[in-house]
């Protein structure tokens, strides 16, 4: 039992690579409902993982992998058709990239990183932001390319997020000097 997070998890990767077959053969509905899919079992597998206490070490580390591969995936393919600018997918590369080092480091290091609000209300602008690009590219009712400021307020709180998480982490020190650690769910 204490694994179905961390197979959810697993599930999530696999749906980056069928997201990307199925974008490649301009399926965007069947795209937008594997994305919907992998977004709602990222939080049926971290609110399993934090009720029943199922979290482990692969579980924080598979999570946020499959969160920012899912969303490099995504925004490339939209970056391919035309659907986002380039500095769209390129700012968003850069602070995955970026965060995928920095929680590789800390990890070796025995620190875990967890979200916070400034990191939820990102992923959910993300989220909102790619909902209305697969509005705007199945032609579902005329957006008039209205995803692009939720992309720019996204972006704009997911750096918020990555200084907070860098003020959390590195300046704020428990008595005894080590990295403080909250409880939470992991980063994304």
Known sequence: MKNIPNILSGIR??????????????????????????????????????????????????????????????????????EIPLYVLIAVVCKEVLMIVIGAYLYTRKVVVYADWFGKIATGLFCLAILLTFCHLNRCWETYYIHLPVYWLAIATAIASFFHYGIKTFIRKEGNGRIEEETGSSAK
Request: proline share 1%; charged share 15%; net charge positive.
């Open 13 to 82: 990767l696999i749906l980056v690579g069928v997201f990307i077959f199925l974008f490649t053969k301009s399926q965007y509905l069947w795209c937008m409902i594997v994305y919907i899919a992998a977004f709602l079992t990222d939080i049926l597998d971290g609110y399993l993982a934090r009720r029943n206490n199922w979290i482990t070490n692969i579980g924080k580390v598979l999570d946020p992998l499959a969160d920012k591969l899912m969303l490099m995936a995504v925004l490339s393919c939209f970056y391919y058709v035309g």
